[in-house]
């Protein structure tokens, strides 16, 4: 027996689904508006750090520069991707940003090559024009393969310099290529790794991409797959940025401790920009916002101790120890290598909010 609707509750009924359908409609709108809202305040945000490194570019080091050269290229294909579908205004700020990086990232260049010549002639390609134009196809982070973790080992600086260093010929300007069995075995096949020794892992490995190295890349991910990976190279980079999440996600459950805070903008930086979109979470974004400086820089958090070290001027770039990071001070209490990572950070929620407005 077909049941039949009393035709009095009809007009109830209908005026039900009108409201569910403009409910809809009007989450929807809302959702639209709080994204272009959120990319507002992150092109603000890296509007204001990029002016801030321009401002000062004498006191940036090599480190410092990559954010620059991050934010350049990926806004550049950002909008080469979308621009067709996204609103005026935002395809003005992207390139606005664009430009003002370029700028200062070609100046941020020639002040690094003047004031560390040995340390510019080792890793400078890492800072040249287009190398941050890659884009990394969008794709969701695989489950975490649960390892007993090595104790975070200090980071060898020449050591991964040199292996970067591989991929460009002996001019140190033409693609080379070469990746080494030492240091595949070195940077790549250790699945222990953790903080920057692991975001490392995976630095390297967007390195050679970018200087066009693919399929040697693909041929020792292949040949000399790291545990837990499926001999593909994208199961290489998905191996590594799931354990960067799982870190990541471990730092926002103690509270983002201070001493950490750079690691987790390295973390939603470079796993961000290699096309995995769960590091630019929407909770995530006000906390970053939140560390910059009224000046728009990002530098020591009171009460941090960073080792004294990561300042010295005589060892960077003479590789005389073993560091996680170089950083140099800049005015008013900023950080280079701080103030990059957040660029790259900040950059990754560019590119995610973008693609949602976009889609």
Not at 112 to 121: C, G, I, S
Not at 161 to 173: A, V
Not at 252 to 264: I, M, N, Q, V, Y
Not at 280 to 294: H, T
């Amino acid at each position: 027996m077909k049941l039949q609707l009393p035709l009095l509750l009809l007009p109830l009924l209908l005026p039900l689904s009108a409201a569910t359908a403009a409910a809809t409609a009007a989450a929807a709108a809302d959702s639209k508006v709080a994204t272009a809202d959120a990319l507002q305040a992150t092109l603000d945000a890296l509007t204001a750090a990029v002016d801030f490194v321009s401002n000062n570019i004498d006191s940036v080091n090599l480190d410092g520069a990559i954010g620059l050269r991050m934010a350049e290229g990926q806004t550049k294909a950002l909008l080469a991707h979308y621009w067709s579908r996204l609103p005026q205004g935002a395809v003005a700020r992207l390139a606005e940003l664009h430009s003002r990086a370029g700028r200062a990232a070609n100046r941020a260049v020639q002040s690094v090559r003047r004031r560390t010549p040995v340390y510019y002639a080792n890793a400078g390609n890492m800072i040249r024009e287009h190398f941050w134009d890659t884009f990394y196809p969008a794709r969701p982070l695989p489950p975490a393969a649960v390892r007993a973790a090595d104790k975070d080992k200090d980071f060898d600086e020449k050591f991964s310099d040199d292996c970067i260093k591989e991929f460009y010929g002996p001019d140190g300007k033409s693609p080379g290529c070469s990746v080494s069995e030492r240091c595949w075995r070195g940077l790549v096949l250790p699945t222990g790794l953790t903080g920057y020794s692991l975001t490392h892992q995976l630095f390297y490995l967007m390195n050679g991409v970018q200087a066009g190295c693919l399929s040697n890349l693909t041929a020792q991910a292949r040949a000399h797959p790291p545990a837990g990976t499926d001999g593909s190279l994208a199961g290489v980079f998905d191996n590594f940025c799931a354990r960067i999440f799982v870190e990541a996600s471990k730092l926002e459950t103690a509270g983002f401790p201070k001493p950490d805070r750079d690691l987790f903008m390295e973390q939603v930086g470079l796993c961000g920009l290699a096309g995995y979109p769960e590091f630019a979470r929407w909770r995530w974004l006000p906390v970053l916002l939140s560390w910059q400086r009224a000046n728009g820089c990002f530098g020591e958090f009171p009460g941090e101790l960073i080792n004294p070290s990561n300042f010295d001027p005589g060892l960077y770039g003479n590789y005389k120890r073993r560091r996680k990071r170089a950083e140099m001070r800049m005015p008013e209490g900023c950080l280079s290598h701080r103030t990059s990572v957040a660029i790259a950070g900040l950059t990754a929620y560019c590119r995610r909010l973008v693609e949602t407005l976009a889609n």
